[in-house]
Nanobody
Framework: QVQLVESGGGSVQPGGSLTLSCAIS????????VTWFRQAPGKEREGVAG????????HYADSVKGRFTISQDNSKNTVTLQMNALKPEDTGMYYC????????????????????????WGQGTQVTVSS
């Protein structure tokens, strides 16, 4: 049984930082893609940052490039999202999503930040950026 458990959300002022963690269990494939998504009230879920387990290749939404960094510790089965220079528009529920047995093809990479590309989801952790 695959489980994804997010932690690290909270409230922070604009310009502040937060670190989110996703603890992964039950995925046996070495070829795993893990991506963070977020969803604000009344808006669609959007991909924020993703990482491929085998070669550490990363994907970022344009809105977070230069501010967010995704990393992984495969020995601990965790994926971390370091979020700096947070803005009010970063507010939302942040979800960790995973897909196993990934063939890291051009077509997969094109949809790496698309919710439909993922099989497993965590319950989410709230991030609020407000003064």
């Amino acid at each position: 049984q695959v489980q994804l458990v997010e932690s690290g959300g909270g409230s922070v002022q604009p310009g502040g930082s937060l670190t989110l963690s996703c603890a992964i269990s039950g995925i046996t494939s070495a070829a795993r893609m893990v991506t963070w998504f977020r969803q604000a009230p009344g808006k669609e879920r959007e991909g924020v940052a993703g990482i491929f387990s085998i070669n550490d290749m990363t994907h970022y939404a344009d809105s977070v490039k230069g501010r967010f960094t995704i990393s992984q510790d495969n020995s601990k089965n965790t994926v971390t999202l370091q979020m700096n220079a947070l803005k009010p528009e970063d507010t939302g529920m942040y979800y960790c999503a995973a897909r196993e047995r990934v063939i890291y093809s051009e077509s997969f990479r094109a949809g790496a930040l698309t919710p439909g590309s993922y099989t497993y989801w965590g319950q989410g952790t709230q991030v609020t950026v407000s003064s």
